[in-house]
């Protein structure tokens, strides 16, 4: 049977989403359905990683490419390295800007299960992000173990500091995950996920937001298929993945200032069923909101899933990462970005592109959105943030170059009053009106027909409406209609 029918996803999933909407708490089904991999060492030792063959120096190889590899600030790793006298290294299974991440043996267990794998982020020496991670992932862990959501969001099992000859390297350690939400899609034929899974896993990933958002009052700010990992369906995948990679050691090649550079290894293999379970990853960017009238202000979110209120400079809380799920659920259904246009022709974000597609899919804004965005353009940001271009900006005009509306009929009365009186007529237009596409939300669901269609698109208005406190709440679309398991007959 090829690796990828669908035919035999479909009959797999069946089992899985009988489990996850039988008598059973979501929760209970996650927690026995997350494979454990204490004990896999202790049955099938694992002999120390030998070197692998040389690579040319002249190629760049992982996060060598990046444009800003400096060698100084990467903690130079090697295969079968003890690290906090715990941790042996012994897979690279991925890598960042500012991180390499390994699969590497736990050696301190108890007398049940002396050994597992973790995966182990080694973090770069000039980065702050992973105190920030870390006091955050803290939070989320210790918020509330009881809530459903919980074990939803991938935190930290132990950290440490390992040092290195310029300075020293927090290490983030982690449960091991099979692969990324992007990748795992790939595995699927026409990387399309069977739909009664991806609304599995869309409710899923709304639980765990209910959790992040109602009970840490945390937003996520950086959702994407890449922050959304999946675990392994079964044990055995990653025994298996290790024999064989132990086996057939990691090419590598010095850096040109003597740093061993490893090439990853993070492909599996075939999905032995559909089992998996999606977790929210990676929180470095994420931001606590202790009071209601707590906003962040400065820019967040990848540009698809860039929302509104980012853009126009009025603020955000949990709501913003409602539209950020909101956007990919075409990412996630149908393989494809739901916005089309968003770059100018030399593949630069262009904000006024982003809102006139957000204007030709959802109509205008309301008025209140483009008041409050012309009243609060008045107040410079606290700090200053720079741009990619270098440009150190103060308010969401100058980053994201607007404004985008006229200020027509705009009177500086208190923004209460002007709201009372406002009428459709006194308020700003959107300034580049030529660019709003020929687009409607309906045509973008072409993937799907007639009553599911409607129910898709219910839930998508939910999600993308361009007041916060309009969208629903992580908690309620995770009862939508649309998301619920179709009643099959025994
Ligand atoms: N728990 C894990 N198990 C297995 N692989 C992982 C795990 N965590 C991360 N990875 C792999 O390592 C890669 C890099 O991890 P991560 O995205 O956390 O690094 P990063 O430094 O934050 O990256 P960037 O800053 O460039 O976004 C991931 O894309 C994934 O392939």
């Not at 959304?228 to 040109?256: C, G, N, R, Y």
């Not at 687009?439 to 998508?460: Q, V, Y």
Request: charged share 25%; proline share 9%.
């Amino acid at each position: 049977m090829p690796a990828r029918s669908l035919s035999f996803f479909s009959n797999t999933y069946i089992t899985f989403s009988h489990r996850l909407t039988g008598s059973n708490s979501v929760m209970n089904t996650i927690k026995s359905s997350i494979p454990r991999f204490s004990g896999l060492l202790r049955k099938r030792p694992f002999p120390m990683p030998s070197p692998g063959p040389p690579l040319p120096p002249g190629i760049l190889v992982d996060e060598e490419i990046s444009p800003v590899y400096d060698s100084r600030y990467f903690y130079a790793a090697k295969a079968g390295e003890l690290l906090a006298d715990r941790y042996q290294i012994l897979v690279k299974v991925g890598w960042g800007v500012s991180s390499t991440v390994w699969l590497a043996r736990d050696l301190q267990g108890h007398v049940e299960e002396p050994e597992s794998v973790v995966a182990l982020k080694i973090v770069n020496n000039n980065t702050s992000s992973a105190s920030r991670e870390r006091e955050i992932e803290e939070h989320l862990s210790t918020a509330d173990p009881s809530h459903r959501g919980r074990s939803l969001i991938r935190t930290l099992l132990d950290s440490f500091e390992v040092k290195g000859p310029e300075g020293s390297h927090p290490c983030l350690v982690y449960p091991p995950m099979r692969e990324s939400l992007a990748m795992y899609q790939r595995r699927f034929d026409d990387s399309k996920m069977p739909l009664p899974l991806v609304k599995t896993y869309i409710r899923v990933l709304l639980t765990g937001l209910d959790y992040l958002h109602k009970v840490c009052r945390t937003v996520h700010t950086d959702l994407k298929l890449e922050n959304i990992m999946v675990s392994f369906e079964d044990p055995t995948v990653l025994a298996d993945f290790m024999d064989s990679q132990l086996a057939k050691p990691m090419p590598f090649k010095m850096d040109s200032a003597g740093r061993p550079v490893y090439l990853a290894r993070n492909d599996f293999g075939p999905l032995k069923s559909l089992r998996s379970i999606p977790q929210l990853v990676d929180f470095g960017l994420a931001t606590r909101i202790r009071e209601d009238d707590d906003w962040g202000v400065w820019p967040i979110q990848p540009d698809h899933y860039r929302a509104p209120e980012v853009i126009l400079g009025n603020g955000w809380q949990m709501p913003t990462d409602i539209w950020n799920l909101g956007v990919l659920l075409w990412d996630m259904i149908e393989g494809k970005e739901l916005f089309r246009h968003i770059h100018d022709q030399e593949g630069r974000y262009d904000a006024k592109l982003h809102i006139a597609e957000m204007i030709a899919l959802l109509g205008p804004p309301p008025p209140e959105i483009i008041q409050r965005s012309q009243f609060l353009r008045e107040y410079p940001w606290p700090t200053p943030v720079r741009r990619e271009d270098g440009r150190v900006c103060e308010t969401a005009e100058e980053y994201f170059c607007g404004p985008f509306f006229d200020e027509k009929g705009i009177t500086r009365l208190p923004i209460l009053i002007e709201l009372f009186f406002y009428s459709r007529n006194t308020l700003g237009h959107f300034l580049h009106e030529d660019l709003i596409p020929d687009r409607r939300l309906g045509d973008t669901a072409s993937f799907l027909r007639g009553e599911e269609k409607e129910a898709f698109l219910d839930l998508a208005k939910g999600m993308l409406a361009w007041r916060p406190d309009m969208r629903k709440t992580a908690g309620e679309l995770a009862e939508h209609p649309f998301l619920q398991p179709k009643q099959t007959s025994a």
